[in-house]
């Protein structure tokens, strides 16, 4: 499953990252929406709508944004199913607490340690590495 972040949010980043850590079975794969691939893919989202939100693309093709993305990707997850079906019951909920979230990421990222932002790209260059590609030069997702 691709994981589509804002490449130059730091805030967006660490979210990855701790995404990443949590991920053990490596079935995400992250992707700035800056890359090329990703404004590819996000064919479907309109270009102004690309940034306001993480956008998560199914096994399908289908893109899901924001909130909405959020039953999906932590179904994904070790112990994430409890959460995605408390999210999936609360969506209206979600989406609130997410649009706050995103709309305060600038701020977010300001205050975020100048060491955890490092350690975020790390962790997302890291994963990258091992996988044995980076965002622009990556091998097709395995499902």
């Not at 949590?22 to 800056?34: E, G, K, T, V």
């Amino acid at each position: 499953m691709t994981v589509f972040y804002d490449g130059q949010c730091g805030f967006c980043k660490l979210c990855i990252a701790l995404l990443l850590l949590w991920d053990r079975s490596r079935c995400l794969r992250p992707l700035s929406i800056q890359d090329p691939e990703a404004q590819r893919l996000l064919a479907p989202v309109p270009e102004e709508e690309r940034l306001l939100s993480a956008h998560v693309q199914t096994p399908t093709g289908e893109i899901l944004s924001g909130a909405d993305a959020a039953p999906l990707l932590l179904r994904q997850l070790p112990g994430g199913r409890p959460l995605a079906m408390l999210t999936s019951v609360s969506m209206p909920l979600a989406r609130l607490v997410y649009r706050l979230v995103s709309n305060s990421r600038p701020a977010l990222g300001k205050i975020l340690p100048t060491a955890w932002r490092r350690w975020a790209i790390d962790v997302i260059t890291e994963r990258q590495a091992q996988d044995g590609s980076r965002d622009g030069d990556r091998p097709p997702p395995r499902w």
